[in-house]
């Protein structure tokens, strides 16, 4: 593969706009930028400046769906996983699924190969809440007061992909769903605003919008494992709860890990 060769976005729905340069400097390198006939009603901006890898033109986020800040500790892990895992995925929407191997690329970022996985999971037909939910989990292992439901989601999850642990905030969109996951250990900043003119943003920092004070109508932050979502089509903000209501009733997560999941019993507890 041409390694200086990179497709930002074949959507239909989501355009991408890449540059290594400065900001400030982006509606001069893309004249669309600067012209008022482009309007969308998402917009999901990254910027960084390179500590841990080489600037590159195929590297500079947003990638196809997410954009990141931080690191994935466990990088090394779930690269090899995916690969080990090549010929398990499958799909009926793509026949010819393995023809594209190897699905997630080992010498990019850490960021891009989530965006690669995160790809693979929308491409076989999963929601982008629905993926996210299954790579960047909360912390459900030792919470008791969890809903035993949610826990049987998470639990089956957690049988087919392990977590691309951060510290990791993630901002992220389809063209639909505009959302931000923060993953469980919470150590990245992210927080939100929204005016009264139903303006809406999230970002590592307040302050990124000219907005008065007395157009706030809400602010706060996304916490440790938690999602929120904008869903543009049905104009609703949704946040953990909510969504994580909707997947854990999608299936019977509950009832099939009663009835075909065996655990060891620790050594220790044996009579």
């Not at 060769?5 to 540059?19: A, E, M, P, Q, R």
């Not at 090549?86 to 026949?95: A, C, D, E, R, S």
């Not at 919008?209 to 979502?229: A, N, S, T």
Request: overall charge negative; hydrophobic content about 40%.
């Amino acid at each position: 593969a041409d390694k200086d060769f990179y497709v930002c976005s074949l959507s239909n729905l989501v355009n991408i706009y890449k540059g290594l340069c400065m900001p400030t400097d982006l509606p001069r390198f893309y004249l669309d930028l600067a012209d008022l006939r482009l309007e969308s009603a998402i917009c999901l901006f990254h910027q960084r400046f390179s500590t841990n890898t080489v600037p590159r033109w195929p590297l500079a986020q947003p990638f196809r769906y997410l954009a990141h800040n931080g690191e994935i500790n466990t990088i090394t892990g779930n690269r090899q996983w995916a690969r080990a895992r090549t010929y398990k995925f499958q799909t009926p929407l793509i026949p010819d699924l393995h023809d594209a191997a190897p699905f997630v690329n080992e010498t990019g970022s850490d960021s891009s190969s989530m965006d690669n996985m995160l790809e693979l999971l929308l491409a076989g037909g999963m929601d982008i809440i629905r993926a996210m939910r299954l790579l960047v989990p909360p912390a459900w292992q030792n919470n008791p007061d969890m809903d035993p439901e949610l826990r049987a989601f998470f639990d089956f999850n957690s049988m087919h992909m392990e977590p691309w642990d951060g510290p990791a905030g993630i901002v992220m969109s389809d063209g639909r769903f505009a959302a931000c996951n923060l993953d469980r250990n919470g150590l990245r900043p992210a927080r939100y605003v929204i005016t009264k003119d139903k303006l809406i943003t999230c970002a590592s920092e307040v302050g990124i919008w000219d907005y008065q004070p007395d157009e706030v109508v809400e602010k706060g932050r996304v916490g440790p494992g938690e999602l929120m979502v904008i869903d543009t089509r049905s104009g609703r903000i949704l946040h953990s709860a909510e969504t994580d209501d909707d997947l854990k009733s999608r299936h019977p997560y509950k009832e099939w890990m009663e009835k075909n999941v065996r655990r060891l019993v620790p050594f220790e507890d044996l009579p």
